[in-house]
């Protein structure tokens, strides 16, 4: 059976405000399609670091996030952003987020795919 989503927007401000009461900022930095837009995060960590997440759907038919370091994008922040490029002109309905904390935490609730296992 499929499972029920909530609409991107929603999802979206929820994100945005575990960020934020955690004390980081977190940005929209384009606005996809409101009800069912993919959301690509990216996450600087203020020194020159980044990670980017992106959304697929499990074998259960959940929605998990990938670390982009699993297709062999680089962690600085110009490998991400050139990724976020290409992202952008693939996918006129994606949201892209950004968020900016210290400690490099991205905030999701989801499940996560990671090269280090996190």
């Not at 029920?4 to 979206?12: F, H, I, R, S, Y």
């Not at 600087?44 to 670390?67: I, Q």
Request: net charge negative; with cysteine; glycine share 8%.
């Amino acid at each position: 059976m499929h499972e029920e989503q909530l609409p991107t927007w929603l999802w979206v401000d929820a994100l945005i405000r575990r960020a934020q009461v955690a004390g980081a900022a977190c940005f929209v930095v384009q606005k996809g399609d409101r009800e069912r837009g993919d959301v690509l995060i990216k996450v600087s960590d203020l020194h020159g670091g980044a990670r980017a997440y992106v959304p697929r759907t499990s074998m259960e038919n959940e929605r998990v996030f990938s670390d982009v370091r699993l297709q062999g994008v680089g962690e600085s922040d110009s490998d991400v952003e050139d990724y976020i490029r290409r992202a952008r002109s693939r996918d006129s309905d994606l949201w892209v987020l950004e968020i900016e904390d210290r400690e490099g935490r991205h905030f999701l609730t989801e499940p996560v795919e990671s090269p280090d296992g996190e």
